[in-house]
Every structure is written in C-alpha cells, then in structure tokens.
C-alpha cells in the first residue's frame, strides 16, 4: 500500500461526520482512562455513573427513546479508541452496546417494555447485563441451560418459576435490569400463542428472588464480572416481548448475535493489535543490542511484518462487516468468523510483540 493510497485512506476517515461528540470520549480518557481496574473499584459507582449520564451506554438506542443510534462503522471507532487505552474500560462499555437487554428491547420488546426501560438505559439509569453462560453450557443457548417451568399462581396469573446459576456475566455485579436466558417447559399446557422453549426474560434488581452476591476476576482483568443465582418467579410479562415470544429465544439470540459479534469483539482486537503495533515499533526503532536497533535484526523485521499484515488484516475485516451491518445486513455466519479471527489474530499480534520485548515485557 502507497502512501497515495494511505492518504485517500486517511480523507475518507476524516471526512466522515460524527454524531457522537468525540470530546466526551477524550474526556472519559482524561478522567478515567488510568483506572485500569474497573471493579472492585472504590470509585466504581462514579466510574459508571459517568459513563451512564454521557450517554455510553445509548449507542444502540434509537433517537425516539433517548439513544444515540450510532452508524456501526462509529460504534466500533469508538469503542476501538477507549480499549486501546483502557481494555476494562472498553469491556464496561461494549456490553451494554452488544447483546443484552438494549438490543433485545428494541427488536423484540413489547411497546410498554420498550418506553419503560430504553430511555433509562440510554440515560444511565439502568445498567444492563445478561445471563446465558452457566456451569454447563456458553454460546450454545439449547445446551444444558437452566430448566425453567409455567405455572399459575393463586389468583389465576402465569408465572415462570426458574433456578439460575450464570456465571461470568459481564456486568453482572453492578447491574440494575438483567436479562436471563433458559429452556422453559409447560407440562400444564398453559400457553396460548407460542410454544415451550428457549426464553428470554427482562427482571431488575433486587426482584424475583435474583441474586448478584458474588464476582469473578478472570485473568485480572478488572471489569464487573459475576453470577447471577436464585430460584426466580418471573410473572410472564417480563419475557421480552411477552408471551408471544415464549420459546422464540435462539432465534433472537442468534439474530442479535449476528450484530454484537461482528462489532464488539472486533473493535477490540483492533485496538489491541494497533495499540501493540505502535508501541513495538517505536520500541524496536530506539532499543539496541549489539549496537543495532532491533527493527535492523532480520528476525525481528519478520515478526514485525507479520504484526502489521494481522493489524491491517483485522483492520480491512472490520472495515467490511461494519459496512454490510451498516447496510442492514445480519450475517450471522461471518460475524462469528469474526469473532474468531479477529481475536486469534490479535492474539498473534500480542504474541509476536512479547517476542520481540523479550524479557522487558515480563
């Protein structure tokens, strides 16, 4: 790639118009870019309540409930530029903007659900989560998930009474409205409109008999990272969507999925691989040995040139699913391709990086 390329390159970015105001995300640097750990974090509240009241969490809200609505090609710039400087950061960010409560609202939620929740989402209020992860089953939503059942209670009104045990939800310690997946029975035969299955359910804190007592710290990674226990009675209008939506649940999943994998995850691999790419070169040109810089060693220009053609690799692909998302496309089998691309090759990256730091990167 020329130079002339890399400026057309560089117009075309620049010349896109914004809607999020970017001084905000420099002013969340500022304040809170060098709090690496998240949770457990004395500040923590105020770290959140911040995010919340300047509109983080409202991206992928539409104008009508408060949201930002932002394009994808947006979306992941920014959530590339907060978790190239603060990883944690990003994570707290990125989940209220993937899959969860936000996304399943607005595609699948009843008119009722959808005014009573989306504006606090978008302002902050609500800090959202969901549980489908469990001892025995991750992505697989039709796997050993939780076993919920239909009942009636005494006056006549449909409950679903559930056990949960979800565990690494990411925001699951601080959050106030949660969503929670599970395989739903009806051995009574209570349902009208829809069938048993897989059900997606919206509850907020404190209600139902849901617990969120404990938290994980997965590789010290310091972002809000839990479980989500109890034996739950849901009253069958927290389903998302209502009972219609009874056993509709990996399809909605899978369609919303199709969006959160394709971006997120991307956007953070694209961060870190240019965050290593950056610092690696700057490091090989000025750190000698032998009375060479390290960029003169052959072995090093290898594992520098592969660093820099998984960066633009990781960088090109993003480019292009946040294009065909923008377009209204779901591509469900490419997003999860990205996932795991996007991902391996930031790891590469990384890999490549410590190889050349050698003992300074310990």
Known sequence: VGDNDMNKLSDIYKN?????????????????????KIYPNDKYKEILDYIGKNKFF????????EGTNLPVHELSSVLTKIASVNPALGVTIMVPNSLGPGELLINYGTKEQKEKYLPGLANGDYIPCFGLTGPNNG???????DQGELLLGKNGEKYIE????????TLGPVA???????????PNGLLESSKPGVTLALIEKNTCGLLQETHHNP?????????????????????IGGEANVG???KM????????RGICLPATANASSKTAMVGIYQYAKHRKQFKLPLVNMEGVQEKLVNMLYNTWLIQCSVGLTNNLLDSGEKPAVLSAVMKQQTTDRARDVLNDAMDIHAGSAI
């Not at 896109?16 to 690496?36: A, C, R, V, W």
């Open 16 to 36: 896109k118009t914004n809607k999020f105001d970017e001084s905000k995300i420099d002013s969340l640097i500022n304040l809170y870019g060098s709090e690496q």
């Open 219 to 239: 590789l010290n990674a310091g972002f809000p990272n839990g479980t989500l226990k109890g034996t739950l009675k849901i009253p069958i209008d927290k389903v």
């Open 176 to 186: 106030n409205l949660v969503g929670v997946a599970f395989n739903l029975k009806d």
């Open 253 to 260: 999943l899978m369609e919303c999925l199709a969006a959160g």
């Open 162 to 169: 559930v056990t949960i045990n979800k565990r690494y939800i």
């Open 139 to 145: 992505s697989d939503a039709t796997g050993s998930i």
């Open 58 to 65: 409202s991206f992928i809200i539409n104008e009508e409930y």
């Open 248 to 250: 509709n649940g990996w």
